[in-house]
């Protein structure tokens, strides 16, 4: 790993933009869904017990099961849907990339970490 890589994506965003992208699923089709919405109401994302539950009564799998070892929100941002915004306590953010809500994302708070199709990095705020 060079050092300029390593400086713009860290050791652990380096190996998620690395990675190849998952194909979209009826899961994550789903899961996209779940999150436009939550980003249009201006909320935050939904838990992964909330969307294990939305998955669980849509009869689709559940969990890692069907995005290929990945969360589903971390699949989703691999992909270029989504980018997710980490705040203190957790609190996650989405802000839609791609669909006829692109832009859409709740604003005011402050983060500390991004996922996206770059992997995950610390950023200043």
Not at 63 to 87: D, E, N, Q
């Amino acid at each position: 790993m060079t050092a300029s890589a390593t400086a713009a994506f860290g050791t652990d965003g380096l190996r998620e933009a690395l990675r190849p992208a998952p194909a979209m699923t009826p899961t994550l089709h789903h899961v996209f869904d779940l999150l436009v919405a939550a980003a249009v109401a201006g909320e935050r994302c939904p838990t992964q017990n909330d969307i294990g539950a939305a998955l669980k009564r849509a009869g689709l799998p559940q969990g890692k099961k069907g995005t290929g070892r990945l969360s589903p929100t971390t699949a989703l941002a691999l992909i270029g849907r989504i980018r997710v915004r980490v705040h203190g306590h957790d609190w996650r953010v989405v802000e839609i990339l791609a669909g006829p809500h692109a832009g859409m994302a709740p604003n005011g708070w402050a983060y500390f970490l991004v996922i996206d199709r770059r992997g995950t990095r610390r950023v200043e705020t």
